[in-house]
């Protein structure tokens, strides 16, 4: 990650937020969503920049399990934006 990392990020960082998801009702257990959150971030990684972060994503929920794809960035409010993509698979219990 020498492209991304100047030396002067940390590795991790903790977020925490609010968000809303979209589903079209009546399909119980079975459905497909889409999500969007606001997100507070504790500082810079090599991915995120800043300590406001969007996530938005969309996925299938299958009874307990769920999988989904997920973009966090900064959404070009501070430079860098490089952001993170993620592929998630989630159980519910």
């Known amino acids: ?4 990392d ?12 609010a968000g809303l998801r979209v ?3 009546s399909h119980g257990r079975e459905h497909w969503f889409w999500e969007s959150c606001v997100l507070a971030s504790s500082g ?8 406001l972060q969007f996530a938005n994503g969309f ?8 999988l989904k794809v997920r973009h966090i960035s900064n959404a070009g409010l ?3 934006n490089h952001g ?9 219990f």
């Open 84 to 92: 993170e993509t993620m592929l998630l698979l989630g159980y519910s």
């Open 44 to 51: 810079d990684t090599p991915s995120l920049s800043g300590h």
């Open 78 to 80: 501070r430079e860098p």
């Open 6 to 17: 100047q030396g002067s990020n940390r590795r991790d960082a903790w977020l925490a937020g």
């Open 1 to 4: 990650m020498a492209g991304r």
């Open 23 to 25: 589903t079209r009702p």
């Open 59 to 66: 996925g299938y929920a299958h009874g307990s399990w769920e």
